[in-house]
């Protein structure tokens, strides 16, 4: 039995916030009907196609282990049909523009009248406030929540990054909150609002950077490399290049092969409990006694100099090389590895992070599984539903429409 088997999800989601968290619920067992307008879909899946007219990797990425209903729940059977469902599911989640639902008449206390027990979860780009009504994308979102003021090289233009911390990230944030509900309506009895702003949920992300914010108020922040550099600070918390978020000074460094290898690097972290390992593996064993670099403090005020000579060291091995070559005496790095690398990666493989899947239309494709592995409920990745594959069934099994009221429900456009 998988972990959430018998929790039904009446999954609203578009694009990619909400999808990812309903499709979190789904590899742990959840039975997510996705609902989706006749003859549309969700978005994506027309957006960024690779192979004409066939449901894009963007939706079939998003949307494994979910049922497909179309409806319109704009239209009177619509919103008779969708009644009835809301009264058979546990979840609503929806990540529409604001007020969507409330304008087709679905508002959370029309909600709590149909279902009490319902749990009515949504993603928001923002909070309550002055954006409250803004339609929000991952980059702004990125953008508003601190990332991108403090992604980037130092004096140069803010950065998004490719993670999906906006989307994805929120869509993780919402997930705990309905599992977290569904576990007080044990207790309660009664179904609660779970509510995601995309922007708070990019800067719980950025803590660290609201962290430094304030420690500038009491002098500058000296593991920044602009520190060493004798670069001032001005009043925000500033872009950090690839200086490590915490207190061990860490620096992405050239590796074997820089010259034509796009990803030939490594991230290189100077912890300072291994400090002595570092300098015998770069040839600097003087160091460890020498006052200007045996202590951390010491060392902070000329980091460029530190990461140079590891870089001198580090060029004259491949990515890899270094990995086995620091992991041994405990020095943690990482290689820089590109998609494709990950995508050929035998051990992500077998553990179920990239999985191979098949897909009537596509064939098969490479899709990120479960991130997170219970023992007693593993997740078995299954493709994506084509548009309404699920109408039928949805409407017999869980609405309980018999098979005439289901050709008169299609001949009207309601599905
Ligand atoms: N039947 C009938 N109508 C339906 C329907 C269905 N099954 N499903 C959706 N609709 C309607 C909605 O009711 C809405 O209609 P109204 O505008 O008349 O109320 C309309 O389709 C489109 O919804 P939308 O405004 O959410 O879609 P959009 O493409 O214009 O905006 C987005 C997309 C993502 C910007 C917006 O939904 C949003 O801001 N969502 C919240 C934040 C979020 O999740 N962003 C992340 C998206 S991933 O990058």
Partial sequence: MKALEGVRILDMTHVQSGPTCTQLLAWFGADVLKVERPGVGDATRGQLQDIPDVDSLYFTMLNHNKRSITLNTKSDKGK????????????????????????????????????????????KGFGPGAYADCKVYENVAQCAGGSASTTG?????????????????????????????????????RGQRVECAMQDGVLNLCRVKLRDQQRLQHGPLREYSQFGEGIDFGEAAPRAGNDSGGGQPGRILKCKGWETDPDAYTYFITQAAVWGNVCDVIGKPDWKEDPGFATPEARLPHLNEVFGAIEDWTMTKTKFEVMEICNKVNIPVGPILSMKEIAEDESLRKTGTVVEVDHPERGPYLSVGNP??????????????LLGEHTDEILKDVVGMSDEEIISAKEEGAV
């Fill in 80 to 123: 008779e049909i969708f009644t009835k469902l809301i009264e058979q599911c546990d979840v609503m989640v929806e990540n529409f523009a604001p007020g969507a639902l409330d304008r087709m008449g679905f508002s959370w206390e029309r909600i709590q009248e149909i279902n009490p027990r319902m749990i009515y979860a949504s993603v």
């Fill in 153 to 189: 090289m130092l004096g140069e233009v803010p950065l998004v990054t490719g993670a999906q911390i906006g989307d994805s990230g929120t869509g993780l944030h919402l997930a705990l909150g309905i599992v977290t509900a569904l576990y007080h309506r044990e207790k309660s009895g």
């Fill in 372 to 385: 997170i592995k219970l023992s007693d409920s593993p997740s078995d990745v299954e493709r994506s539903p």
